[in-house]
């Protein structure tokens, strides 16, 4: 199956010179191992470095740039480069992600499933080596959905191993899924939770998100995010959790739970000092009409419940082949 890799980078040409190599070392496996077709498309978000001259430079005629005007964040880059995609795979990764020769091949053998939706790969922290993106369970409580408890599988012939959202960072999509569901919804925009969105949306949508321990990256974590000011990094991470829920939680009993939840973090967010939340809460109220109607939306567009979703993987929990992380 030909591969489209889309890449979105912010004056990110050191972390591309550290970390691209890998990536056209990997295509070049894939392609000679298969005989598919795979293109690099660089999306750089109106940043101001010297990116577009090093690349041609240093890997002439190897990747497409696509050069956006404005800086708009992870969203609107990833579906600028989703829109020039070609092929109907499509691997989206971090410019810091170091991907192993053989990662690609993994990923693209789980789209010949229907169902399939994203890949997910594994992710080890570049200078610990710690496995930090495994296959990711869904569950809730206290009125939220949680989405980082994470497992492994337990023996190299474990299959069907689910998760509950793909990672931004290191995952193939179906193209064809990815245009039905628009890509990543720009509401979230700049960053955090569009991955998480997306795969839910996804799962609701009646298809499914796998997880493949055998296509390893390793990663540079929060490269881009850590050079932003900490308190408005943790208020938007916190925007988008809630407008998240307002979008996708549409149990009734659920939906009841996390507005009472939110109350009471609320109201003992001020006894806390925790006035990043109450940031993000205000702005997600900025935003609730644009999140009223994407719920409108997806209510009429889902093929499963919350509780189909979450049961999935109640299910899943219970199996001897896979421990939790």
């Not at 990116?51 to 579906?79: D, E, M, V």
């Not at 499914?208 to 991470?237: D, Y």
């Amino acid at each position: 199956m030909d591969v489209s890799i889309v890449i979105p980078t912010w004056n990110g040409r050191p972390l591309l010179e550290r970390f691209l190599p890998s990536v056209l070392a990997a295509a070049d496996v894939y392609r000679a191992a298969s005989g598919a077709d795979v293109e690099v498309l660089l999306v750089e978000d109106g940043g101001g470095d010297d990116t577009p001259l090093w690349l041609a430079a240093a890997h002439p005629g190897r990747a497409r740039l696509l050069i956006r005007k404005q800086n708009a964040g992870f969203a609107h880059a990833c579906n600028t480069g989703f829109a020039h995609a070609r092929h109907p795979a499509v691997l989206l990764f971090n410019n810091d992600v170091e991907v192993s020769a053989d990662a690609i091949a993994p990923l693209v053998r789980h789209l010949a499933d229907p169902d399939v939706f994203a890949v997910a790969a594994l992710t080890e922290d570049l200078e610990t080596g710690v496995a930090i993106g495994v296959g990711k369970l869904g569950s809730f409580s206290r009125g939220f959905l949680r989405v980082h408890d994470g497992y492994m599988p337990e023996r190299p012939d474990a299959r069907d191993l689910i998760s509950i959202f793909a990672s931004g960072g290191a995952a193939l999509f179906s193209r064809a899924k990815l245009d039905e569901l628009g890509g990543f919804d720009t509401l979230f925009a700049p960053y955090y939770w569009e991955d998480v969105e997306l795969s839910y949306r996804a799962w609701k949508r009646g298809w499914r998100v796998i997880f493949e321990p055998e296509s390893r990256v390793r990663h540079q974590v929060s490269s881009t995010i850590r050079r932003l000011p900490r308190r408005s990094v943790r208020a938007v991470k916190h925007r988008n959790r809630l407008l998240a829920h307002w979008v996708h939680l549409h149990d009734p009993e659920m939906w009841r739970a996390h507005l009472a939840y939110v109350l009471f973090l609320a109201a003992v967010a001020p006894l806390r000092g925790d006035l990043a939340f109450l940031s993000g809460l205000a702005q997600a109220l900025a935003r609730r009409g644009e999140a009223a109607e994407r719920r409108r939306h997806e209510r009429a567009a889902a093929r499963r419940t919350d509780r189909e979703v979450l049961e999935l993987f109640e299910a899943f929990v219970a199996r001897d082949d896979i421990a939790r992380r």
